[in-house]
């Protein structure tokens, strides 16, 4: 089976997600729901000033960052990018679980892990997987990423406590999830397919698929204004 190419946009967001530089940092206070933080060098000197968002601030919810820290704390965030006027932005929950951060960082788009079936739900599959930290459930398979078989729900084709054998799409420290694909381990039903660009096939018709209708659109009724004296004048040109 050939390796599929990825959609550009789908790598772009892969990039995205891929966990940044781990910096020291210390907390100088609060902007509403974001923490004020100043980064620190390798001797513990303040440098530039950072900020983490209240939604990157731990994957304990709160409302008030306040509550989880203290201004003087020192932590380690990782990055997340530069905005605005070149501001750094970090996220705190990335590095909340040391032992979770290692694990997720231990894995790259492509590998191949096995777990077990958590959860089975309308909008994908929770997994637990071999060698996660305990009392977690870090995979998750998409509906999309499940199978290439037709089904109504999830629940047809899986169910919990099943082991299950997926690709890695990618590792979020941020949100402490890998997304999988159990579909890009099963070749798909176009492969057979891939050698045969430029030829004329032929085959029955097994199935007519209707294409819709159409209808005329109406242009919307406009009303007409009044002109002085009482006389009508046309709508706008536009309208």
Do not use: Y
Request: net charge negative.
């Amino acid at each position: 089976m050939s390796e599929p190419t990825r959609d550009p946009r789908m790598q772009a967001l892969i990039d995205g997600l891929l966990p940044g530089a781990v910096r020291r940092v210390r907390i100088t206070g609060f902007d509403g729901e974001d923490v004020l933080v100043r980064v620190l060098d390798a001797e513990g000197e303040e440098g530039e000033t950072a900020r983490i968002p209240g939604h990157e601030a731990s994957m304990r919810p709160t409302e008030r960052p306040a509550e989880l820290f203290a201004v003087g704390q020192e932590i380690e965030a990782e990055e997340i990018g530069r905005w605005g006027e070149d501001q750094l932005f970090l996220s705190a929950r990335a590095c909340e679980n040391p032992a979770l951060r290692s694990f997720l960082r231990a894995l790259a788009p492509g590998d191949v892990v096995t777990g077990t079936v958590a959860g089975v739900h309308d909008f994908g599959v929770f997994v637990h997987l071999d060698g996660e930290p305990d009392g977690l459930r870090t995979g998750f398979i998409r509906v999309p990423d499940l199978t290439w078989d037709r089904f109504g729900h999830p629940s047809e084709v899986i169910e919990p406590g099943r082991r299950v054998t997926a690709e890695v799409i990618v590792a979020e420290t941020r949100s402490g999830q890998v997304a999988l694909s159990s579909k890009a381990l099963r070749e798909g039903p176009l492969a057979r397919f891939e050698d045969q660009a430029g030829r004329t096939l032929t085959g029955p018709v097994v199935k007519i698929v209707p294409q819709g209708s159409r209808r005329e659109q109406r242009q919307p009724h406009r009303p007409r204004r009044p002109a002085p004296g009482g006389t009508e004048l046309p709508p706008p040109a536009g309208w």
